[in-house]
């Protein structure tokens, strides 16, 4: 049994308020709070409202006070453009301290919008602490979004500054930043007062108006300024979620709750201490990249990495295998997607054998449900754990993980493993009556959510009631699907509306995901539910294939159509699995199972603003003519 964790678990549930000041005292304060949890207007609780604190202060000053200047706080690693750089602590704070300067000199003060539209680059990470030194708020665009998209937040946030960069790079080819900026100031109603670029060596844009100016000039008159005092509960930053309806909702973080949880998750779940590297292979973009490659690493005062490539092209499938010899990276932590899409280079695993790994103890997976499949595979070839945990934009840290810091637990294929101290999580059925273990529903937890979650929307508190707060009172909706077996292990199956009704039969895509990921010529694969006037749906199966199969695509078909047959069953009705050259992503990896759905059912549709190309969906189309399940 897991009594060490049990108990530290348990604790959290029934004494909260004691369980989070105990966390609290461990973080960096100008005045520590006295009232630890607000519970008086549900569901906008506040945590550490009356606490005094600044989220750079705990990133880089504090362990320059403590004699940990010297440490390396940043490694940069460029495979896409050969440049790598290093920084320690005092070095960051340096080139922080600065540019926050030489963005108050530019009229941004306390409780300001900056959004920053940049590349995986330094200046990135930068840009944010710097805005976190004087309390700005940052939205953080990826870089390389859609015009349109970039405008919507640049109006819903009324940013004073936009914070880009000349370029980024994909593999093969330049993202220019400045025709897309252009563009979305264009489009936005809200006008910024300045544009602050970084010009990228070797492709230098021109500037054309007085609003515009250059990094270096930004610092030209710039003086070192210090962290300014915030309240817990004012805001760090506006992460804007993408759905594929409506304007996005900004998820709002606010600065106490955040700095207090995301330290302790460094060495509760992940195990990471001060001395170790670590390394989150996102984008600054999404909310990986906020907690895990910027906020978490810097608050426990160990070394991160920020990473400009991706798992293959660049030059290869071994380019996550060099970043871990080279640095000596402790443990990883990466979207399912990123190896599946190195097995499906290198099946074999020959890329890895040509580099030093010995530093290597931990594999974390989390953005999208991690197939059984690709996790054996991934044991296998590293010989660590490979831990699947979940959790989402809105709770900025996880939900349920194996929390190998405080004692590590058996690996179940499929399952994101137990809440995490914290966490609350139930599953409630649709007549919204808790589910017994085992049954499905949907998964929400219970209010209050811990700390470092989301206190709302920006301004949008309506919204934030109505949409996460409202279907099931007293819980928070996850929008995710699956169910809780009897030790406790919360199995995420689906989100909520990727659960199809076959003839009256509740079924989970993911769980047939999981049977089709086990064949051994599948590298990828999707299950949509299309529409059937006899069942009301059928699943249809979209399958990649691993680099060199030599099996045709009807046997493929026909197999994983048996193997469906016999561990899923006959209810499943699984009849149509077809084979494609690629599945529509979101540049952080989810498939686009619902944009999908809607192309089959011919049904209209949005062009999903994180799509990653968007001629895919015209290849999907165009295959689902092919073997007669669009027929439009």
């Not at 509760?268 to 670590?278: A, E, F, L, S």
């Amino acid at each position: 049994m897991n009594i060490k964790f049990s108990e530290i678990y348990l604790n959290s549930i029934k004494n909260p308020e004691e369980f989070w000041k105990k966390i609290s005292d461990d973080i960096f304060w100008f005045k520590k709070p006295t009232k630890i949890l607000n519970q008086s207007n549900s569901p906008f609780y506040k945590w550490y409202e009356d606490g005094v604190t600044n989220t750079c202060y705990n990133a880089l000053d504090v362990h320059i006070d403590k004699g940990r200047g010297d440490r390396t706080a940043l490694i940069y690693d460029s495979p896409i453009t050969g440049n790598k750089g290093k920084f320690t602590y005092k070095e960051l704070r340096e080139k922080v301290s600065k540019f926050a300067g030489g963005l108050q000199y530019q009229g941004v003060n306390k409780g300001d919008r900056v959004i920053i539209y940049m590349p995986m680059i330094p200046e990135a990470v930068i840009a944010m602490l710097a805005c976190a030194r004087i309390g700005a708020i940052h939205s953080v665009v990826f870089g390389g979004f859609a015009s349109n998209e970039l405008a919507n937040r640049i109006d819903d946030s009324k940013a004073k500054i936009l914070i880009t960069a000349s370029c980024g790079f994909e593999p093969g080819r330049t993202v220019e930043y400045k025709p897309l900026v252009d563009e979305a100031l264009k489009l936005a109603s809200h006008k910024i007062d300045k544009l602050i670029l970084f010009q990228r060596p070797g492709h230098e844009v021109k500037l054309k108006s007085p609003k515009e100016i250059s990094w270096e000039e930004s610092l030209s008159n710039a003086k070192n300024v210090d962290c300014v005092e915030m309240n817990s509960n004012e805001f760090a930053y506006i992460l804007y979620t993408s759905g594929t309806t409506g304007l996005p909702k900004g998820i709002v973080r606010d600065i106490g709750g955040h700095i207090a949880a995301l330290k302790w998750t460094m060495k509760n779940i992940y195990n990471i201490d001060q001395d170790d590297v670590w390394w989150s292979a996102s984008d600054i973009g999404w909310i990986v990249g906020h907690s895990y490659i910027v906020y978490a690493p810097l608050f426990k005062g160990c070394t991160t990495v920020i990473f400009e490539g991706k798992p293959v092209g660049t030059p290869d499938a071994g380019a996550f295998w060099k970043i871990i010899s080279d640095h000596k990276v402790k443990s990883l932590f990466t979207a399912p997607t990123a190896f599946r899409a190195i097995k499906k280079e290198d099946p074999e695993g020959k890329f890895f054998s040509k580099y030093d790994l010995s530093s290597f103890e931990t594999l974390f997976l989390a953005g999208e449900r991690a197939d059984p499949d690709t996790i054996k595979w991934a044991e296998k070839l590293l010989k660590v754990p490979v831990i699947d945990h979940w959790w989402q934009t809105e709770t900025s840290w996880a939900i349920s993980s194996n929390c190998t810091g405080i004692e590590m637990q058996k690996t179940k294929y499929g399952s994101a493993c137990k809440a995490v101290p914290g966490y609350d999580v139930k599953v409630i059925k649709p007549d919204q009556t808790l589910a017994k273990p085992n049954e499905m529903g949907d998964i929400v937890v219970k209010l209050p959510l811990p700390p470092g979650t989301f206190p709302t929307l920006w301004n949008a508190d309506q919204r934030y009631k109505e949409t996460y707060m409202s279907n099931y009172p007293g819980y928070y909706q996850t929008y995710d699907a699956g169910h809780i077996d009897d030790d406790g292990y919360v199995w995420i199956m689906s989100r909520t509306d990727d659960i199809i009704n076959v003839a009256g039969h509740r079924l989970s895509t993911g769980a047939i995901e999981e049977v089709l990921s086990e064949h051994q010529s599948v590298a990828e694969c999707a299950v949509i539910g299309i529409a059937d006037k006899l069942k009301g749906q059928l699943p249809i199966g979209l399958l990649t294939l691993k680099s060199g199969v030599e099996k045709s695509n009807e046997t493929i078909s026909k197999e994983c159509i048996q193997m469906v047959r016999e561990k899923v069953g006959p209810v499943a009705a699984f009849k149509t699995a077809i084979v494609i050259k690629r599945l529509p992503k979101t540049r952080s990896g989810k498939i686009l199972r619902g944009t999908v759905r809607k192309i089959a059912d011919n049904e209209p549709y949005k062009m999903p603003a994180t799509i990653d190309d968007p001629a895919i969906l015209d290849e999907i189309k165009a295959d689902l003519k092919k073997h007669s399940i669009l027929k439009f």
